[in-house]
């Protein structure tokens, strides 16, 4: 098991992405062109910043985190990913805030020009759109600059073409991470970008995630306010319904089905073990190593691992040979999700 947790920022408006005012050393540098890249092209993921990425992530030359504008009445703030102020909002603070697609201009920040020739290939994996959706405003960058584009790739002997992969994930927060952890581990081991990103595309089929929001009637609020009818079932669950007096904390999930609610547990802990528990069993019943999982929490990832039923599951990944990550949620995360949640993700490939 690998346990990450977040750096805590020694100064954000340095560390990260900031506004178009820094200075332009500070931006991402034009690199070297490696003669490489004619035999095998440079592959870059594109997560945005409600992915529940690391810091290691963060500082993997193979992944970019775009931002995300958070909006409360009056005021917004960009949202910076792993570095990112709002880690340090309570839950007070967070309750009213929204989510919410870049503007083109702070896309253009990150991505152009140096990350257009840097990379040849960039595979956009994003969140479930219900939520968020970063595709329209990247396509719409890379169209704006397309020739400019191809002139400074083909000055500097690239390939003139910037390939831009759209690949859904079909989750958020710990499951959107963990697809990118696949993907970045495809891309260092010299697979071609074109075959990583066509991989990509199949992720969502094998991805399980499981949301336990420590407080619902926060995360009905954030659910509500996206007004998109896919997100109902969700709704429904964080709703607490009379017949649901008793079983106050619902299990939220997301997988190849869509989103749904299943099960109910009398409290946030008793929720936690229920999750571990049809982990554990999915991953006994695989009986097969290549699994990966992904525990994201907003909280003390220590106490966490005092639990006991932690020490079953973490045993479990052992026995099974899976691979086992243990992070921080991402503000965006926590927005959605409500303050001191958890989600869980479980990626079981395919059987031959």
Known sequence: ???????PPK?????????????????????????ARAMLPFGVVLVDASADVSSSMADDPRLRVLPLAVRWPGRSLVDKGVRSRLRHLGREALRGARVAAPGVDSLEY?????????????????TRRELVDVA???????????????DMRRQRGLDEQLHLVL??????????????????????????????????????????????????????ESLQRLDDPALAPWQQACARPLRHLL???????????GMFCDHRAKSWRASVSLVFEQVSQSLRERNAPGAWLQLSLDGSLREL????????????????????HLTHMSPAGRIWASAGSLSVALYLPPTS
């Open 110 to 126: 990150r991505l152009y020009p140096p990350l257009a020739v840097n990379a040849d290939w960039l595979i956009h994996l994003g």
């Open 136 to 150: 329209q405003p990247l396509q719409e960058l890379l169209h704006t600059h397309g020739d400019e584009i191809r």
């Open 247 to 257: 079983r106050r904390s619902p299990v939220l999930q997301v997988d190849a089905r």
């Open 11 to 35: 100064n954000d408006y340095l560390l990260g992405f900031a506004s178009t005012q820094q200075h332009r050393e500070q931006r991402e540098s034009l690199l070297p062109v490696d003669p």
């Open 167 to 220: 690949a859904e994930s079909g989750s958020l927060l710990a499951g959107t991470a963990l697809q990118a952890r696949l993907l970045l581990r495809m891309l260092h081991a010299r697979i071609p970008p074109a075959e990583v990103a066509r991989r990509a595309q199949g992720l969502r089929e094998h991805t399980s995630l499981w949301l336990l929001p420590q407080h619902p009637g926060d995360t009905l």
């Open 1 to 7: 098991m690998v346990i990450e947790t977040q750096q």
């Open 305 to 324: 691992q005092a639990w006991p039923e932690f020490e079953a599951l973490r045993k479990q990944a052992a026995a099974s040979q899976a691979t086992m």
